[in-house]
């Protein structure tokens, strides 16, 4: 690296951040590091101080990682994002990596993984495991052939997986801030998209396709 860079790392862990700290300190080229808790302190710290680097959890309060990530790149459309997350990249890489993210790394890889992943993004390059990769190299050759879910919006996709997940239609407004008008709203347009009647063949597809977080 030409420069020692300062790194935000967002997780509503604190035993993730501390984690996270410790093997980003060891490091040479790490400078600084803040942390945030949830979607609204990752705003407010990326507007208030340059930083060269944001790991973000894909699963936040106050808003959502998806949605937190678009925000993100919208007020900073050059700062680049490593989404760090539990689930696999099946489900969620692809959709961060759409909405902008420069990088997509599961919680269970070597610290080695995540300090080369972190240098590769830093240094302008985009980062997914070889299988990730050549998944997405075969979806540009299948874009019809498509399952239904992957055409969903990331709003849509994060309200079919909290459904599937047993939360309530009131849960999910509280957690990504929206009215639960807004949600039923979301939830009809999930139903529609999927060819399903009910919220229980929502479930029972999300269980067949392994797309429950």
Known sequence: ????????????????????????????DVS???EASNSLEVLELAERQDWDL???????PGGGGLEALKNLKAHRPALPVLILSM?????????????????YLSKDSAAEE???????????????????????????DRDSDRPPHDRLSGREYSVMTMLASGKSVGDIARDLLLSVNAVST??????????LKNTAELIRYVLEK???P
């Not at 030409?2 to 700290?21: E, M, Q, S, W, Y």
């Not at 689930?87 to 990088?103: D, I, T, V, W, Y």
């Open 186 to 195: 979301y939830r009809a347009r999930v139903l529609e998209k999927l060819g």
């Open 210 to 212: 392994g797309l429950v």
């Open 87 to 103: 689930h696999p990249e099946n489900q969620f890489a692809h959709r961060a990596l759409k909405a902008g993210a420069s990088g």
């Open 54 to 60: 944001v790991i973000m959890d894909i699963s936040m």
């Open 32 to 34: 600084e590091i803040e």
């Open 114 to 140: 995540l300090v080369s992943a972190m240098h590769k993004v830093v240094g302008g390059g985009t980062y997914v495991s070889a299988t990730m990769a050549e998944r997405l190299a075969d979806d540009l």
């Open 1 to 28: 690296m030409d420069k020692r860079f300062k790194v935000l790392i967002a997780d509503d862990h604190p035993v993730v951040r501390t984690g996270l700290k410790q093997i980003l300190l060891r490091d040479a």
